[in-house]
């Protein structure tokens, strides 16, 4: 499985840095990690040199690329690691959960997990029931249990 941990936003100097905008909570720009993209020609694999944080972005330096020319094409590039992340207890990937099964505390199944969506309060689970796609806060108040199926505590109006 691959995943996706940010994208090069633009160049940074003539020595072959880039900027990446990162798209994770967790540390995946390591020097010595391998990176990599797709391009028209194929994947395209890079070995962190350096990584230094700037404001709102990360600059680093790929082994081998020493000149803004051999990096500029790859402007806007999304950057990839097959790197799993080990999670803390109460931690998921997103991607874990959808497809899961949805039921309630009286074990009755009222849907399947289809999106996990972000939102400036946190995080929300799409859930199909089968006749409409319900949003439940993905907290502790509703959501029980998470394992082979989510277990959630359904209240009146939730679903």
Do not use: C
């Not at 993209?37 to 890079?46: A, N």
């Not at 082994?63 to 998921?92: A, F, M, R, V, W």
């Not at 939102?119 to 993905?138: N, R, S, Y």
Request: a negative charge; charged letters at 30%.
């Amino acid at each position: 499985m691959t995943y996706e941990i940010g994208k090069i936003a633009n160049t940074h100097g003539i020595r072959g840095e880039v900027k990446i905008k990162t798209d994770t909570d967790f540390d995946r720009f390591v020097k010595g990690k391998t990176v990599y993209t797709t391009t028209e020609s194929g994947e395209l694999k890079f070995k962190i040199k350096t990584v230094r944080a700037a404001k709102d972005h990360l600059i680093v330096s790929f082994e081998g690329y020493d000149h803004i020319n051999q990096i500029e094409h790859l402007k806007g590039s999304i950057l990839y690691t097959t790197e799993k992340p080990k999670l803390n207890k109460g931690e998921y990937h997103f991607s874990d959960l959808i497809g899961k099964k949805v039921f309630n505390q009286h074990d009755k199944q009222v849907g399947t997990v289809k999106d996990v969506l972000e939102v400036p309060q946190g995080h929300l689970l799409q859930v199909d029931t089968g006749e409409k796609l319900a949003l439940i806060p993905f907290v502790d108040a509703f959501v029980k249990t998470i394992d082979d199926v989510i277990k959630i505590e359904e209240i009146e109006g939730l679903l």
